[in-house]
């Protein structure tokens, strides 16, 4: 059975930093593409960032420069280190794992970017 849990939400002030990872269990994360995405009430999922099965990243302009994604292969995790933190950047954030048609994603972690 494939779970994906995400942990390292919580609330963070304007300009802070918070680091999410997602543990991936009964899937090889290094094997599909591992995707962060999130979405903010009334609003719609969307992508944030990504890294392919070959390291490659992509992350969304709006989080480029102030976001990172990392995957460790011994771990298997894939991290989201965010950096400059914005109000707009509160939303519930979620690991998702993509390859052909395998579609998996975890349950999310809320962020909430407040003073």
């Known amino acids: 059975q494939v779970q994906l849990v995400e942990s390292g939400g919580g609330l963070v002030q304007p300009g802070g930093s918070l680091r999410l990872s997602c543990a991936g269990s009964?899937?090889?994360?290094?094997?599909?593409?591992n995707n962060w995405y999130r979405q903010a009430p009334g609003k719609q999922r969307e992508f944030v960032a990504g890294i392919g099965s070959s390291g490659d990243t992509a992350a969304a302009a709006s989080v480029k420069g102030r976001f990172t994604i990392s995957r460790d292969n011994i771990k298997n995790t894939v991290d989201l280190q965010m950096n400059g933190l914005k109000r707009e950047d509160t939303a519930a954030y979620y690991c998702n794992a993509r390859r052909l048609r395998d579609d998996y994603w975890g349950q999310g972690t809320q962020v909430t970017v407040s003073s």
């Open positions: 009964g899937i090889r994360l290094s094997m599909y593409a």
